[in-house]
């Protein structure tokens, strides 16, 4: 290369690629200062800079190199990617059960945009059948893009539009059904699910990914894949989320919609059951139950559809020298429920008292959860939660902070008088309260003690 290559080249980047004869798409070795990398030159980002060339690694992931560390590319071929499927008609068989596939959004429907460098839906869930033809070998299965939109983005709308669809399906007697969603928020959806349709005769099955579809380490085609073996074959009728189990793809677990949670940002095994165990393992082969309290499939089309919901619900997450005016807000603009994720066994502090109070008094529903997730809320226990009680909080066993906040929601949505929708706060209706939590519900591995360094290496493969 010249002493200064990027000479007569207002864009850096474009002087390196010119100089190198390369272009994007290009299938290159490129070699830095700081060794070699091989992969594919992908189309600069609107909101990248121009002193980058952004690679596809072998593995997958991308990364952006600085034009000056470049010392030469070259090409070993071309791999222009192409990110759009064909939609497919899916093989019919009358042999096989008829599954339905609602398509709301998320990272399980997406892939990379190379001309923004975010990931956005992009696959109709019939698109999904032309990448993973496999789901073939289960059912027949039928498509329905209900949205198109991110996790965060889901809210009442969606939740009720959701529901609705499902009990159509139902009452159309499909055998199983299947949830596409973003992972993020999947665990509020699967609780509202829950509450918003009971009874169903068939599985309801949530399923998400953590990584795009266009990703070597995608989880998007197994997690489908379960998924639709699940609501096609499983004789478990409920809202579950069927995710990875372990961090490989050996298996995946079945949660139920109200005791699941996404624990981790970015881990293909994020959902854990709280307080509880899974319902069920799911592979290729075989679905294995964990329990047998479950609703079992039934061959009647018939479920209740219950969507009314009060949006002006909160969950507040206490913190250390929390002010009141945080609660005071709320009464203010006439929220009807509030949520509180307290400290311990369901405590927060004093200033906040007189402002609880006033929203009691003046009917708002408020419940205590506990932000540990893990344990009942007692607030028999300490003269703290004695006297928060006192003030007319009440209580919320062990809901899950985000259960809590759409089960109030959907309490209120059916009745404004407190004690009624007490009885529904504090009655299990999906599972959602359990009466005991068992020995094995709360296990936390902390890596560096022996015990679970040895149970790791057993059975890590």
């Known amino acids: 290369m010249s002493s200064n290559p990027y000479k007569g080249y207002r ?6 690629l010119k100089e190198n004869a390369v272009e994007v798409w290009s299938d290159v070795e490129l070699l830095t200062d700081q060794g070699e990398f091989k992969g594919i030159i992908l189309p600069r980002s609107e909101t990248s800079d121009a002193k980058h060339v952004v690679l596809k690694l072998r593995n997958g992931y991308n990364i952006g190199i600085a034009f000056n560390r470049i010392r030469s590319i070259k090409e070993i071929g071309r791999k222009e990617a192409h990110y759009q499927i064909p939609e497919k008609e899916f093989p019919r068989d009358p042999k096989k059960p008829n599954v339905k596939l609602l398509g709301t959004g998320g990272t399980i429907a997406s892939r990379l945009d190379y001309r923004t460098g975010a990931v956005i839906p992009a696959f109709s869930p019939g698109e999904l059948y032309g990448s993973v033809p496999e789901l073939a070998d ?18 009442p709308e969606q939740w009720i539009a959701t529901a609705q669809a499902i009990a159509a399906e139902i009452q159309k007697g499909t055998h199983g059904i299947v949830i596409g969603h973003g992972t993020d928020t999947m665990h509020h959806t699967s609780a ?10 068939v599985p309801i099955v949530m399923v998400g990914s953590q990584r795009s579809s266009d990703r070597p380490s995608s ?65 290729r ?3 294995t139950p964990l329990r047998q309290d479950y609703q079992r499939r039934r061959s009647d089309k018939n479920v209740t559809l219950n969507t009314a919901f009060e949006e002006k619900v909160s969950i507040v997450y206490y913190y250390p020298n929390m002010k009141p005016d945080i609660i005071d807000s709320l009464i203010d603009n006439d929220y009807r429920g509030i949520i509180i994720a307290g400290t311990g066994l369901g405590h927060v502090n004093k200033p ?17 959860t506990v932000q540990t997730l893990w344990g009942y809320v007692q607030m028999y226990v300490y ?25 109030l ?12 929708v007490k009885e529904i706060m504090l009655t299990s209706i999906a599972g959602e309260i359990t009466e005991r939590e068992p020995y094995d519900g709360y296990l936390i591995y902390q890596g560096g003690i022996p015990e679970v360094v040895e149970f790791l290496r057993q059975i890590k493969r």
């Open 11 to 16: 864009d850096p980047v474009l002087s390196v």
């Open 138 to 155: 289960y059912c027949n299965l039928d498509t329905e893009r209900l949205f198109g939109v991110f996790s965060e983005n889901m809210g």
């Open 192 to 201: 509202i699910l829950s509450f918003m349709v009971q009874n169903s005769p």
């Open 219 to 283: 989880d998007a085609a197994s997690n489908l894949i379960h998924a639709v073996k699940t609501a096609a074959e499983s004789d478990i009728a409920e809202t579950m989320v069927c995710m990875f189990g372990p961090t490989s793809d050996q298996y995946a677990l079945l949660h139920r919609g109200t005791r699941v949670r996404k624990m981790h940002s970015s881990y293909r095994s994020t959902f854990r059951t709280i307080s509880d165990i899974p319902l069920a393992m799911v592979d």
């Open 285 to 287: 082969e075989k679905i």
């Open 352 to 368: 906040l008292y007189p402002s609880l109070k006033r929203a009691c008094d003046k009917g708002i529903s408020v419940y205590m």
């Open 383 to 407: 003269e703290t939660g004695r006297e928060i009680m006192q003030l007319g909080v009440i209580p919320a066993a062990n809901l899950l902070p985000e259960v809590a906040y759409v089960k």
């Open 409 to 420: 929601g959907w309490a209120l949505g059916q009745t404004k008088d407190p004690q009624k």
